[in-house]
């Protein structure tokens, strides 16, 4: 089964910039579902980006041109790169392929 695991995650300030990446343990083909979610404290994991088994790429409502999904087949991963982060982007970040999660990275935006 594949694996996946994120990186890139940390600590910044409002308005800052963070680059997530995921890494599969295999191929990561077109046919899945390739993306991020994310969890915060209390609340339920949603989604963030994600590619669509159609080559569609979906963002949440929230994103509003901030976040930039992108992927590289030829390297199996898949990168979330983020700008003018805000307080309320404090999560766990989740990447999913398939069925499969990784373990998530923690973001957190505070001054």
């Known amino acids: 089964q594949v694996q996946l695991v994120e990186s890139g995650g940390g600590l910044v300030q409002p308005g800052g910039s963070l680059t997530l990446s995921c890494a599969a343990s295999?191929?990561?083909?077109?046919?899945?579902?390739l993306g991020w979610y994310r969890q915060a404290p209390g609340k339920q994991r949603e989604l963030v980006a994600r590619?669509?088994?159609?080559?569609?790429?979906n963002y949440a409502g929230f994103v509003k041109g901030r976040f930039t999904i992108s992927r590289d087949n030829a390297k199996n991963t898949v990168t979330l790169q983020m700008n003018s982060l805000k307080p309320e982007d404090t999560a766990v970040y989740y990447c999913?392929?398939?069925?499969?999660w990784g373990q998530g990275t923690q973001v957190t935006v505070s001054s």
């Open positions: 295999t191929s990561i083909l077109a046919i899945y579902v």
């Open positions: 999913t392929y398939g069925t499969v």
């Open positions: 590619f669509t088994s159609g080559g569609v790429t």
